[in-house]
């Protein structure tokens, strides 16, 4: 089983709703782009394309979606947090919070600018 794989079925025998929010997560980034890899590191999934442009990190209580040169994206919604030099990142305390966060939106903008 690889990294990924088994990362997701963690959170799954855990319980709770930290799991479909970390799939559902991952399937936007995956739609973000044919070229769109990922990969397990710093204790959750990163997506590249070609370079990182987010990761999603499963916490207790919350999930978030990190962006590697947040700094450089609209944020016409008003959601993205941290004043960083360059990361910024998108707190989700529950699945409905893709949705009235609209996460597909940002993810799909830092991928487009990943490859830029």
Known sequence: MDRITQYLEDLRLQGG????????????????GTDVAEDFKYGGILFGAPRHF??????????????????????????LEGKGKLRRHIQLESEADITTKQVAAYITAAAVHSRS
Request: charged letters at 15%; one cysteine or more.
């Open 17 to 32: 709703e930290l799991s479909p929010m970390v799939s559902a997560l991952r399937q936007l980034a995956l739609a973000s």
């Open 54 to 79: 987010c990761g999603v990190f499963a916490y207790k209580s919350h999930v978030t979606v990190e962006f590697s040169e947040g700094h450089a994206l609209s944020d016409p919604f008003k959601v």
